[in-house]
T-cell receptor
Framework: AQSVTQLGSHVSVSEGALVLLRCNYS??????LFWYVQYPNQGLQLLLK??????LVKGINGFEAEFKKSETSFHLTKPSAHMSDAAEYFC??????????FGKGTMLLVSP | DADVTQTPRNRITKTGKRIMLECSQT?????MYWYRQDPGLGLQLIYY???????NKGEISDGYSVSRQAQAKFSLSLESAIPNQTALYFC???????????FGPGTRLTVL
């Protein structure tokens, strides 16, 4: 069985500060890992994904994530937060071309 | 034009009523999914379909049923709605050769 743990239901940063959203996973096989973002009153949009190859993955809007197998982690970072980054972020894991298991989400709050 | 559409976008109904939520896609994907989102719980998979003749239960299928009328259409039914089915419902699609999912805008369902 697969599972995802997102540490912190809410994370607050100031505009211009580093964004770090934490995700740890559990999987019995090499996982495929995803970060999705949900803006208010919208569906989920893919930020980035790791399948194979390079462990540092770059996504849209300046976000990136690093797959660390030894730590079973896939943390999401952005060097400098922008007000428009305020949204809810979901980490997800899948086993090959199968269904996704989502974490419970982290709400990112950005203050001026 | 939206690639994944959901109707209705909002629905208020009463306990015991039968409700159908519809999802259509123009992406040409084989796979379709229904999720439920509750605050603080992330997304939970209700049902999924890998092709027109394939239907599978997800984590929380009790009280729900689905119909895959065509490759492009996947409907979710609540046979007898109850208040704890009040939630945000999302449809998603993916190609059979990939695991990135594309989400619709969601349906907000309230059961009184």
């Amino acid at each position: 069985a697969q599972s995802v743990t997102q540490l912190g239901s809410h994370v607050s940063v100031s505009e211009g500060a580093l964004v770090l959203l934490r995700c740890n996973y559990s999987s019995s096989v090499p996982p495929y890992l995803f970060w999705y973002v949900q803006y208010p009153n919208q569906g989920l949009q893919l930020l980035l994904k790791y399948t194979t190859g390079a462990t540092l993955v770059k996504g849209i809007n300046g976000f990136e994530a690093e797959f660390k197998k030894s730590e079973t982690s896939f943390h999401l970072t952005k060097p400098s937060a922008h007000m428009s980054d305020a949204a809810e972020y979901f980490c997800a894991v899948s086993k090959g071309y199968s269904t996704l298991t989502f974490g419970k989400g982290t709400m990112l709050l950005v203050s001026p | 034009d939206a690639d994944v559409t959901q109707t209705p976008r909002n629905r208020i109904t009463k306990t015991g009523k039968r409700i159908m939520l519809e999802c259509s896609q123009t992406k040409g994907h084989d796979r379709m999914y229904w999720y439920r989102q509750d605050p603080g719980l992330g997304l939970q998979l209700i049902y999924y379909s890998f092709d027109v003749k394939d239907i599978n239960k997800g984590e929380i299928s009790d009280g729900y049923s689905v119909s895959r009328q065509a490759q492009a259409k996947f409907s979710l039914s609540l046979e007898s709605a109850i208040p704890n089915q009040t939630a945000l419902y999302f449809c998603a699609t993916s190609d059979s050769g990939a695991n990135e999912q594309f989400f619709g805008p969601g349906t907000r369902l309230t059961v009184l």
